[in-house]
């Protein structure tokens, strides 16, 4: 995987990234940039915890070692950011659309529309099974699915899954994910057993 090396000023320079107020998100800073005359997302990597750090940075390699293998509409990371020889954060293509929340949040948009990209993400689902039974790609799933996390070009029609450097590829380990937490839904269901250890 490409590193780009800056400095730390150059880091410093980086232009936030503005989410909508109603996405939540806590693991990380997100900046603009342009790289080779691509307009890139900088997401940045969290060091207080040295586990943490060496798997997000194994998730993202691995990511791009098997991108062959993922579906089209994985936004895979593409390179690392270094400061100082250190990696910091990681680039991922810019995305025009906009989120699967904003879409079924908007009554103005037919519930045709929703059915259709509901219904493209089951198909997603589907394709990631038969990765994990026909590819080296045993233990492949995405981390932490849910409607901010998916982007939606309406003109064309197009789907892609984001924030994927919180997916289990080829490991046991598991990040924080918007559905799987002990304050969400999911807290009340029967059907799992919960983890009680945080």
């Known amino acids: 995987m490409h590193i780009i090396n800056i400095s730390k000023r150059e880091f410093k320079r980086l232009n936030p990234f ?5 996405i939540i998100h806590s693991e990380a800073d997100l ?23 060496q798997e997000k ?15 089209r509409s994985f936004t895979i990371p ?3 950011i270094a400061v100082r020889n250190k990696i910091k954060a990681f680039t991922t293509p810019f995305l025009n659309g906009e989120t699967l929340d904003f879409i079924l949040n908007n009554p103005t948009i037919p519930i045709e529309e929703h059915i259709y990209y509901l219904t493209k993400i089951g198909t997603i689902l589907e394709e990631l099974k038969k990765i994990r039974k026909t590819t080296p ?13 998916i982007i939606i070009n ?8 984001i924030d994927l450097d919180s997916s289990r590829i080829g490991s046991s380990f598991s990040y924080t994910a918007k559905y799987l937490t002990p304050f969400s ?14």
């Open 18 to 22: 503005q989410l909508s107020r109603s």
């Open 31 to 53: 900046y603009e940039m342009d790289y080779c005359g691509e307009r890139k997302i900088v997401k940045t990597i969290f060091t207080y915890d040295k586990d943490y750090y």
């Open 57 to 71: 940075i194994r998730t993202i390699a691995t990511l791009d070692e098997y991108s062959s293998y993922l579906p």
């Open 78 to 80: 593409d390179n690392f």
């Open 137 to 149: 790609l045993k233990e492949l799933y995405i981390g932490d699915l849910h409607e901010s996390n």
């Open 154 to 161: 309406r003109f064309t029609k197009e789907l892609n899954i």
């Open 185 to 198: 839904l999911l807290k009340h269901q029967d059907k799992y057993i919960l983890n009680k250890v945080i």
